[in-house]
């Protein structure tokens, strides 16, 4: 679905990707990890064609993505950033009614009414309809926008922290809810990810991303061990296995030069960790 081959950009003289490659498969979804400014959110961003590679090449298909005007591009790709600005007073169901932009003739059809409600009810938005997404939450905005980009039908979810200005509940049920979409409509999705659980749990690949290169790419099992994290995040941690599932348990800074205090400090309180480790 998605080829990725020898991508690098830089940003004036600051290079943020250098000679990236691999392939996303259809019905899969793939988690980029890696520590700020690892080049996450401009690679996401190159796939969008916001930013053009200076070397390399992405494509769709089979097909190169320069070669896709934009309009045919908005019905493939639905792109959902970290963070918006809001400024206009729309109503939920006006924004969300957005994403069937790249569709609509002259008057809309009763297809994008019924696509903007199923939307809504899939991310636990129909009470919020009427609300204006200026009064809204941050998370609620997030679920907004999700909203809007699967109203565009599209074949390729792109999302940047999908899960960053959510509560325990909702970035699971927005996990929940991209992983069955992803099944039910043979969709491929990429997300950018801080948090190595739920990208444990939910996610078919990772690639991993250090200073701007290619660290590593795998099944999360393959990716997130203890030496990688180590190198990559500069933090030791623990994996536990449970019910089919792995978690990474951080313990402590790798080292005092990497966290910029002594590593003691970076480290639980015995009594605590005690504690913790008796309610696993």
């Known amino acids: 679905m998605i080829q990725i081959e020898h991508l690098s950009f830089a940003y004036e003289q600051r290079q943020v990707l250098q000679d990236i490659s691999f392939a ?3 019905g899969q979804i793939l988690s980029l990890l890696g520590p700020n400014g690892s080049g996450k959110t401009t ?3 190159c796939f969008n064609k916001i930013l053009r590679p200076q070397q390399g090449r992405i494509c769709l298909q089979g097909q ?3 070669q896709i005007p934009l309009r045919h591009l908005a019905k493939l790709i639905g792109y959902v950033p970290q963070q918006e600005s809001v400024t206009f007073p729309f109503s939920v169901f006006e924004t969300v009614l957005m994403g069937r932009r790249p569709h609509v003739g002259w008057r809309l059809q009763p297809h994008d009414l019924e696509m903007v409600e199923e939307c809504l009810r899939a991310l636990h938005l129909e009470h919020l309809s009427q609300r ?4 809204l939450s ?3 905005r997030q679920r907004v926008a999700l909203a809007r980009a699967l109203a565009q039908e599209p074949q390729v979810l792109l999302l ?3 899960t960053s200005s959510l509560d325990l509940r909702h970035q699971l049920e927005v996990m929940e ?3 069955a979409l992803v099944k039910s409509r043979g969709l491929t999705a990429v997300l950018a990810m801080h948090d190595l659980n739920l990208a444990a749990r939910f996610t078919d690949q990772i690639v991993m991303l250090h200073q701007g290169q290619l660290f590593c790419a795998g099944q999360p099992a393959a990716v997130l061990t203890r030496d990688n994290i180590r190198t990559v995040y500069g933090v030791e941690a623990d994996i536990h296995r ?3 599932y792995f978690f990474v348990h951080p313990l402590r800074c790798a080292g005092a030069a990497r966290c910029g205090q002594p590593s003691q400090v970076c480290t639980p309180n015995p009594e605590r960790r005690s504690k913790i480790d008796s309610l696993a």
């Open 242 to 244: 449970r019910n089919g």
């Open 177 to 179: 809810t991209v992983a």
């Open 64 to 66: 190169p993505l320069e």
């Open 160 to 162: 940047d922290e999908p």
């Open 24 to 26: 996303v498969q259809e």
């Open 43 to 45: 690679l996401l961003r």
């Open 132 to 135: 204006r997404v200026t009064e």
């Open 138 to 140: 941050g998370g609620e």
